[in-house]
């Protein structure tokens, strides 16, 4: 069975400044991938960047990345130059590669960002 | 356009009515998936889809009902509502290469009374 934990259920930055969110997770897939997706208010789902679990190098997209510690199975996000705009719910998730687990997305519960001014 | 669509967007209906959620999408995508989302648990999956009439339980799948007869459609049926039911609903598709990310409806939010 998968399981993805998010410690931090809220927290605040301010404006310009980075911000790690906290994942970690359990699996016995030997592979498998890590998403981290964005919650606006308007409720849609924006997908922000993928890593898997036998790349070499941490994923970036953007002013996201993913920091992947693959021994203490952990991926959290790292938002840098917060915006106003980056306020939101942020879920981690994980899917493995295996016949059982195939395409299946399992979520944490998710950190509510709220950047201030 | 291309996409995945959902219907109805507002939903309210009466505990024991039964309810469809319908999902469309124009990329025919392999596998459909069904998430409910609710304050606290994240997305948990209800059921998904690996092709047509090939269906299977996610995490929480008592009280729903999939069905799929055309790659493009999956709808959702929750038999007899309950208010425990009342949540977001997401539809979500995936490609057979596997590795890219999955990409969600709208989503729709139902309310039982």
């Known amino acids: 069975a998968q399981k993805i934990t998010q410690t931090q259920p809220g927290m605040f930055v301010q404006e310009k400044e980075a911000v790690t969110l906290d994942c970690t997770y359990d699996t016995s897939d030997p592979s498998y991938g890590l998403f981290w997706y964005k919650q606006p208010s308007s409720g849609e789902m924006i997908f922000l960047i993928y890593q898997g679990s036998y790349d070499q190098q941490n994923a970036t997209e953007g002013r996201y990345s993913l920091n992947f510690q693959k021994a203490r199975k952990s991926a959290n996000l790292v938002i840098s130059a917060s915006q106003l705009g980056d306020s939101a719910m942020y879920f981690c998730a994980m899917r493995g590669f295996t016949t059982d687990s195939w395409g299946k997305l399992q979520f944490g519960a998710g950190t509510q960002v709220v950047v201030t001014p | 356009d291309a996409g995945i669509t959902q219907s109805p967007r507002y939903k309210i209906t009466e505990t024991g009515r039964q309810v469809t959620l319908m999902c469309h999408q124009t990329?025919?995508?392999?596998?459909m998936f069904w998430y409910r989302q609710d304050l606290g648990h994240g997305l948990r999956l209800i059921y998904y889809s690996a092709a047509a009439d090939i269906t299977d339980k996610g995490e929480v799948p008592d009280g729903y009902v999939v069905s799929r007869s055309k790659t493009e459609n999956f709808p959702l049926t929750l038999e007899s509502a309950t208010r425990s039911q009342t949540s977001v609903y997401f539809c979500a598709s995936i490609g057979l290469a596997g590795v890219e990310e999955l990409f969600f409806g709208e989503g729709s939010r139902l309310t039982v009374l």
């Open positions: 990329w025919s995508h392999s596998y």
